[in-house]
């Protein structure tokens, strides 16, 4: 060891090592960062997958239905008291009103947690969506795309002009849809995402009136059933 001329031992020969410890602890941490972004990287989709699988959804039988989110009743302002699956709803939906919940993007999203006998039955399942469209005559025909899982599987009319479809429809008015999902899209997964696909508009822009939230059509309940059930014979398509 290298001596001082007081006799002390000199500091030059330890700082070569207090170096090279600094440097590996700074290698060390930059390697670690490194590599959890490189695991981000290679695990984004397996993340995402993961939290989509994850996020709620509604539970149902089948055959079964399920009601969205409404008031309960005419008397009971909005907002105050509702009932309705509200795990079924992802995306794109306004506030419930007393037929049910209506669409405020283009894209409104249901997602229904599939029992283990919808995978595994082998059969066809039917859709029977409880819809309606706001569709004043201004804006002509309203068309309603639906898709299950992502692949296209209906796509609704409702016309211009009727007197039910210019508002949105109250209790006592059903309008009943049937879809058919085949069955390699619902064993695709236990949770089935129904896409719902129409324009919005507000009637402050259509110059009808004072309201400036966008509307598309309103959804009341969702129901399952396998191909063949008799509990479908009453749902028509539209």
Request: charged share 20%; aromatic share 8%.
């Amino acid at each position: 060891m290298k001596t001082t001329a007081s006799g002390r031992p000199s500091e030059s020969g330890r700082r070569p090592a207090r170096f090279a410890l600094l440097a590996g602890l700074l290698g060390l941490g930059l390697f670690q960062v490194a590599s959890f972004a490189y695991f981000l990287s290679e695990s984004r989709d397996f993340l995402l997958a993961q939290a989509a699988t994850s996020m709620a959804a509604g539970e149902i039988a089948v055959p079964g239905e399920v009601f969205l989110p409404r008031c309960l009743g005419p008397q009971v302002p909005c907002g105050t008291r509702t009932t309705g699956c509200f795990a079924c709803l992802r995306s794109g939906w306004g506030g419930p009103f007393r037929f049910g919940v209506m669409s405020q993007r283009r894209d409104a999203v249901i997602a229904l947690m599939l029992p283990v006998t919808a995978r595994t039955d082998g059969r066809d399942l039917i859709l029977v969506l409880d819809a309606a469209a706001y569709a004043p005559p201004a804006l002509g025909k309203r068309h309603l795309k639906v898709a299950a899982n992502g692949t296209p599987v209906a796509e609704l009319e409702f016309p211009a002009g009727d007197p039910r479809t210019a508002r949105f429809i109250s209790d006592d008015e059903s309008f009943l849809h049937r879809i058919a999902v085949p069955h390699a899209i619902a064993a695709e997964r236990s949770i089935l995402l129904l896409t719902l696909q129409m324009a919005v508009a507000s009637p402050r822009q259509l110059g009808l009136g004072s309201d400036p939230r966008p509307m598309g059509f309103a959804v009341r309940k969702v129901g399952l059933y396998f191909e063949g059930d008799d509990a479908t014979a009453a749902a028509t398509g539209r």
